[in-house]
């Protein structure tokens, strides 16, 4: 069993779940019922990429099942990214913090297409897809966010300043990513960082909003260090599983 | 505050390539783009769509159902515009 | 004469269409019948809704997520049928906001496990397909189509709370206990869904003159009934009826008679969670007031 491609799979699926799991929390509580649509659409693909990584790491594993993946292991266990379990908070703060990360799993999937690992490049060019429409929806809001009225650019552009310190750890190799990268499977992120920019400029730009200066950034996730609100999150996610191990749903 | 109601648009959705676009519903957007996604994720879930079109209800142009007699009633008794009224000599094809 | 008219129509089973002249209390009963549909679907988001973060598998979130988000489209459909007919959405929503307009009480019950999940799928979408799939050939075109696009995504949905129930009847002690409870919380008021005999209902007179209606609600109370006895006993759950019984005379099951107190307490305002419901409601709706103002800011700035 290679234990580094299936702790690589599982912290890719790992990001989908938990940025899932938030999007779903949006089901009635959206700003419109068509809103309300979209972001179920959202959600659904993320889960269905999570159920993707967690199938493929359940054939690498050949033990647990993707269930037991995303619903038995501890919250210091995860390795998603900080930026994909910050609470949702309000619609512009979720916007920004789709854009970002949107924008990144674009840049992220296009590399993954090229992986030496089929299962891992398949699930690239079917994911591509849905985040290239995941793209298009969050990059349209912030704009309509962020040059719509006074109080709306206020909203978006707080919502930037406090998320802007999650995003540094999206271009952080560790050993795990140096090792996948250097056999061929693995996708070096710090390697399009300033192709990430671009784009992100390019929408804050018409969106009306700025970059905060001097921000000490924050990361840890792949580290299973995570941020208070996760702790509730996982438990919440995982307690009737938890409670009743031997039953089968 | 700005008034609360936004546009209605009317969906038109093309099924498969080939097929004429069918009007499924409307649904509430402030422009057009928004438009455009919301009738793709309100009426394309289950793989029914190749191509939308979106108009704004406001601009459709709608016959009156009190004209409909004027209107469509004269189409009634000309037969001579269907293929069926036409004898045609046993035995004769292609025609 | 155009009473008359559209009379005739009517009884010749022609659609009456938005821009056709209709007597004006056909188009109140429609406004309020098909708004309280619309207005079920969106409320019903919510105590199933509240257990998408809760699933208890990777596949059981997605589809109950699917579920959720096919009950907005619904609630979408039956608001553009309801808005062809002079009021806009809005207007609507102020009415389900001041309890002018009303939902199915069936969702001011609470979800208190996942069986309960499974039982709202089972028994409530079982009794609104029955509603629904008579609806079809309602006589107001907008809506009849609407509830053909509804009943095509309905009974996915009935699958998918029926596959909970068998798979908790057939699983643990604790499993086919909660789903025994939940068929025991949910079984009277699903019946209730059907709401009070026709000698008791106010508006059903018109509605069946109309066409609006086409099936009276004690026929479609015991056709779900009667479709809905044995699903329960092939799972090997017990229906909470200590009258139910096939008469072979009838063809039909005989059934206990439901707590008409209980009926009007809740759909006055009374039942657990009407409260919690609009409160809910509202509390999107205020929050998102912001963003709906944006996007007509941006949409006026770029037309200009």
């Known amino acids: 069993m290679d234990k580094n491609l299936l702790n690589y799979t599982i912290r890719l699926g790992d990001n989908c779940l938990v940025l899932g799991q938030r999007m779903s929390m949006w089901c009635s509580n959206g700003p419109t019922l068509e809103e309300d649509i979209a972001l179920a659409n959202i959600s659904l693909d993320l889960f269905g990429q999570a159920t993707a990584f967690y199938s493929f790491a359940e054939e690498i594993d050949n033990k647990n099942t993707a269930d037991d993946i995303a619903f038995k292991r501890d919250a210091n266990k995860f390795s998603n990214y900080l930026i994909v379990e910050l609470e949702n908070t309000n619609f512009g703060f979720t916007i920004v913090r789709n854009f970002f990360f949107d924008c990144f799993q674009f840049l992220f999937y296009e590399r993954l297409k090229k992986s030496d690992c089929k299962n891992l490049s398949d699930i690239a060019y079917k994911s591509i897809k849905e985040v290239k429409y995941h793209l298009r929806h969050s990059t349209n809001w912030l704009i309509r966010l962020g040059d719509g009225t006074d109080q709306s650019n206020r909203k978006v552009q707080n919502a930037l300043n406090e998320i802007w310190k999650y995003t540094d750890e999206l271009f952080e190799l560790d050993d795990l990513d140096q090792l996948m990268i250097s056999n061929g499977v693995g996708v070096d992120s710090s390697e399009f960082k300033s192709e990430w920019k671009n784009l992100v400029d390019k929408a804050l730009v018409e969106a009306k909003l700025k970059i905060p200066q001097n921000t000490k950034m924050i990361s840890g996730g792949k580290q299973g260090k995570h941020t208070n609100s996760f702790t509730e999150l996982i438990s919440e996610m995982q307690h009737i599983p938890r409670k009743y191990p031997d039953a089968k749903w | 505050m700005l008034e609360e109601n936004s546009e209605v648009w009317e969906v038109f959705i093309q099924s498969k390539n080939g097929l004429a676009h069918k009007h499924v519903g409307n649904l509430h957007a402030s422009d057009k783009k928004m438009a455009l996604e919301n009738a793709r994720d309100l009426y394309t879930r289950r793989n029914e769509g190749s191509c939308i079109w979106v108009v704004k209800s406001t601009d459709i142009v709608s016959s009156e159902s009190e004209d409909s007699e004027a209107f469509f009633d004269p189409s009634n008794d000309k037969m001579y515009r269907h293929p069926t009224f036409y004898k045609m000599p046993d035995g004769a094809k292609h025609i | ?304």
């Not at chain 3, 209980?262 to 409601?281: A, D, I, Y």
């Open chain 3, 1 to 304: 004469m155009s009473e008359i008219i559209f009379q005739e129509r009517i009884e010749a089973e022609k659609k009456i269409e938005p821009k056709d002249w209709m007597p004006e209390k056909y188009r109140k009963h429609l406004i309020r019948q098909i708004s309280q549909h619309a207005h079920s679907e969106i409320i019903g988001m919510q105590p199933e809704g509240e257990w998408i973060t809760r699933a208890p598998s990777l596949r059981s979130k997605m589809i109950l997520l699917a579920k959720v988000q096919d009950e907005a489209g619904h609630g979408l459909y039956l608001y553009s049928a309801c808005e062809t007919l002079g009021i806009s959405r809005e207007e609507l929503v102020n009415q389900l906001h001041n309890q002018e307009a009303k939902y199915s009480s069936i969702f001011n019950y609470p979800t208190l496990s996942w069986a309960d999940v499974g039982a709202i799928g089972w028994l409530v979408d079982g009794a609104a397909i029955v509603n629904q799939v008579s609806l079809q050939r309602t006589s107001y075109g907008p809506y009849s189509r609407g509830m053909v696009k509804i009943c095509k995504e309905e009974s996915f949905h009935q699958r998918q709370g029926y596959e909970i129930m068998t798979e908790m009847a057939k699983g643990t002690k604790e499993q086919k206990e909660m789903a025994q409870d939940a068929l025991n919380r949910f079984w009277w008021p699903s019946i209730m869904m059907f709401g009070p005999h026709d000698s008791d209902s106010p508006n059903s007179g018109n509605a069946m003159k109309w066409k609006i209606k086409r099936q009276t609600n004690d026929e479609l109370r015991q056709s779900f009934i009667d479709k809905t006895v044995p699903q329960a006993e092939i799972i090997g759950l017990k229906i909470p009826d200590p009258d139910l019984k096939w008469n072979e005379e009838r063809g039909h099951y005989d059934f206990g008679e439901i707590d008409w107190n209980e009926f009007w307490k809740v759909v006055n305002g009374n039942g657990p969670c009407n409260e919690q419901r609009l409160k809910h409601h509202k509390k999107a709706h205020d929050e998102g007031r912001w963003v709906r103002d944006a996007a007509k800011a941006y949409a006026k700035k770029i037309s200009n």
